[in-house]
């Protein structure tokens, strides 16, 4: 079942979410959510959707990023955003921690809840998270490159944040100008063309 993506402007996108507990996350109820949520991810397609994109106020995202996605990118990007299959989890309860030798990384990024839009964001390169499992088991996850820039993004939806809130505003661009204009170029020229 395909649930509906709300978009910015819902209430739901800006409140904290709450936290499962394992029984919770056991449930007939919550088990089903699960396979919803991943079937609305592949059906948009994204590579992460936040339980306040499907307008439910709770601590839990579900992530893939997938070979098949990977058609319309050059190598040479896939390379840059050190992007690599990630085979479907969920998350639930996430707590984030940057590397402690944190580096910035900024490139290009859209959201389900913001259709026909990307800007760039700055990110940490790796990240580390410590969340549930789909059963509801402790689970550590080291990230880095696009994987982790998928995790802060998803986390961020969690406590009422948006990648609008983190960009450079300057960067701001529709889709279509984003491929026209900005889809190929190092990050360093947008920057300094944009002013940003
Ligand atoms: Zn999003």
Same mark, same amino acid.
């Given at each position: ?9 819902? #209430?739901?996108?800006?409140?904290? &979410?709450?936290? /499962? ?10 088990? $089903? /959510? ?5 079937? &609305? ?6 590579? !992460?959707?936040?339980? =306040? +994109? ?22 040479? +990007?896939? $390379?840059?955003?050190?992007?690599? #299959?990630? =085979?479907?989890?969920? /998350?639930?309860? #996430?707590?984030? +921690?940057?590397?402690?030798?944190? +580096? ?5 990024? !859209?959201?389900?809840?913001? #259709? ?5 964001? =700055? ?15 402790? $689970? ?19 406590? !009422? ?13 529709? &889709? ?17 063309? /944009?002013?940003?």
């Amino acid at each position: 079942m395909h649930l509906p993506i709300v978009h910015a402007g819902e #209430p739901v996108l800006r409140k904290h &979410t709450r936290a /499962l507990s394992p029984q919770e996350i056991r449930s007939k109820e919550i088990q $089903k /959510l699960i396979e919803h949520m991943r079937e &609305t991810m592949r059906g948009a397609p994204g590579v !992460g959707l936040a339980a =306040p +994109q499907v307008g439910l106020s709770l601590q839990m995202a579900v992530i893939e990023d997938r070979k098949e996605y990977y058609k319309e990118v050059s190598a040479e +990007q896939l $390379k840059l955003r050190e992007r690599r #299959p990630v =085979p479907f989890h969920v /998350l639930i309860n #996430p707590r984030i +921690q940057s590397a402690k030798d944190d +580096q910035i990384v900024e490139f290009f990024e !859209g959201c389900l809840s913001l #259709p026909g839009f990307f800007a760039l964001v =700055p990110r940490s390169r790796s990240v580390r998270v410590e969340c549930l499992d789909h059963r509801g088991n402790s $689970k550590s996850i080291e990230a880095s490159g696009w994987y982790a820039r998928i995790l802060q993004h998803e986390i961020d939806h969690l406590h !009422g944040n948006l990648y609008i809130d983190r960009m450079h505003s300057r960067s701001f661009s529709s &889709t279509e100008n984003w491929e026209k204009f900005w889809k190929g170029k190092p990050i360093a020229d947008v920057r300094s063309e /944009l002013g940003c």
